[in-house]
């Protein structure tokens, strides 16, 4: 699979790749990984709404990073914004919903305290 056109713009797709990576590693940060979270409660955080804007372009080999933030908290749901950066300009803004769901039913369940607390930390 390539990652950019023939001119060495980046596909769209590989910037939510880029933000996927990210906030798995935010998240790892927190001490909650996706799986260990499935594997010990039956839960898991899914995405229901995705927004991105497209603010510029990047290329091979540009150096990127990704500022993740908590935007929005209650106890069911997080909203998370992305900014992907290059030379401290903003290339990509993602806007997420997330849910926790039950792994068995698929709905919804209240986020543990111990993950909003960690979460609050984090909100702007």
């Given at each position: 699979m390539r990652d950019t056109d023939a001119t060495g713009i980046v596909f769209h797709p590989r910037y939510?790749?880029?933000a996927t990576t990210a906030r798995e590693?935010?998240?790892d940060a927190l001490g909650f990984s996706a799986g260990l979270a499935e594997a010990t409660r039956n839960q898991r955080l899914v995405a229901y709404n995705l927004n991105m804007r497209f603010r510029g372009q990047c290329f091979l080999r540009d150096n990127l990073v990704v500022a993740t933030s908590?935007?929005?908290l209650t106890k069911s749901?997080?909203?998370i914004t992305q900014?992907?950066?290059r030379s401290d300009q903003e290339?990509?803004?993602i806007?997420?919903?997330f849910a926790m769901?039950?792994?068995l039913s698929n709905k919804p369940v209240l986020l543990s305290d111990e993950l909003i607390q960690k979460l609050k930390k984090h909100a702007n």
């Amino acid at each position: 699979m390539r990652d950019t056109d023939a001119t060495g713009i980046v596909f769209h797709p590989r910037y939510l790749e880029i933000a996927t990576t990210a906030r798995e590693s935010f998240v790892d940060a927190l001490g909650f990984s996706a799986g260990l979270a499935e594997a010990t409660r039956n839960q898991r955080l899914v995405a229901y709404n995705l927004n991105m804007r497209f603010r510029g372009q990047c290329f091979l080999r540009d150096n990127l990073v990704v500022a993740t933030s908590v935007v929005g908290l209650t106890k069911s749901k997080i909203k998370i914004t992305q900014q992907i950066l290059r030379s401290d300009q903003e290339v990509v803004l993602i806007h997420l919903d997330f849910a926790m769901t039950d792994s068995l039913s698929n709905k919804p369940v209240l986020l543990s305290d111990e993950l909003i607390q960690k979460l609050k930390k984090h909100a702007n």
